[in-house]
T-cell receptor, first 113, second 111 residues
Framework: DQQVKQNSPSLSVQEGRISILNCDYT??????FLWYKKYPAEGPTFLIS?????DKNEDGRFTVFLNKSAKHLSLHIVPSQPGDSAVYFC????????????FGPGTRLSVLP | DGGITQSPKYLFRKEGQNVTLSCEQN?????MYWYRQDPGQGLRLIYY???????QKGDIAEGYSVSREKKESFPLTVTSAQKNPTAFYLC??????????FGQGTRLTVV
């Protein structure tokens, strides 16, 4: 039973447009959420995080939105660039309880020039 | 430069052999993790360690073993009991109130 779900295995977006990657979770104890970006044969790199006390966090072209009542978060990339093409993982944890991250299965984003 | 280092990048193993993957970090992080990634799947947790000399099984620990004798090091041994060891292995470390930092991964292939 997956606690963190990313229901879209892949997404294609035109360069310059907005990319929206979605993530749903089932464990209401999760209070810290992160997005990672991963290129083939490399380790994931941290992109952006959000604590459950917030509903939005922005960092440059990346914005994460959290809807606690729906147990849903999304990553918006605006504008999308070809270099953003990668697999994006959503991760969740209970921040003050061992911080054992649970990862979603990932969404492969392709940004088309 | 602080970071987390995995070695080797590529590893080939004959069936029936044990192999050990190295993971070292100089970030002074308390917790370290091993994940496995298979094509089309997310990251699955193998083992994790919150402090030295203590470690816990993750979701897919069967066929693997770890040790945590030093804070900086968390080696993973893939034993012959692991039936499908070919995968991409990722090590991560973190401390409270930070995101996890990942190594560059080791691709293990059974030949």
């Amino acid at each position: 039973d997956q606690q963190v779900k990313q229901n879209s295995p892949s997404l294609s977006v035109q360069e310059g447009r907005i990319s929206i990657l979605n993530c749903d979770y089932t464990n209401s104890m999760f209070d810290y959420f992160l997005w990672y970006k991963k290129y083939p044969a490399e380790g994931p790199t941290f992109l952006i995080s959000i604590s459950s006390i917030k509903d939005k966090n922005e960092d440059g072209r990346f914005t994460v939105f959290l809807n606690k009542s729906a147990k849903h978060l999304s990553l918006h990339i605006v504008p999308s660039q070809p270099g953003d093409s990668a697999v994006y993982f959503c991760a969740a944890s209970v921040k003050n309880y061992g911080q054992n991250f649970v990862f979603g299965p990932g969404t492969r984003l392709s940004v088309l020039p | 430069d602080g970071g987390i280092t995995q070695s080797p990048k590529y590893l080939f193993r004959k069936e029936g052999q044990n192999v050990t993957l190295s993971c070292e970090q100089n970030l002074n992080h308390d917790a370290m993790y091993w994940y496995r990634q298979d094509p089309g799947q997310g990251l699955r947790l193998i083992y994790y360690s919150q402090i030295v000399n203590d470690f816990q099984k993750g979701d897919i620990a069967e066929g693997y073993s770890v040790s945590r004798e030093k804070k900086e090091s968390f080696p993973l041994t893939v034993t012959s009991a692991q039936k499908n060891p070919t995968a991409f292995y990722l090590c991560a470390s973190e401390t409270r109130n930070t995101e996890a930092f990942f190594g560059q991964g080791t691709r293990l292939t059974v030949v």
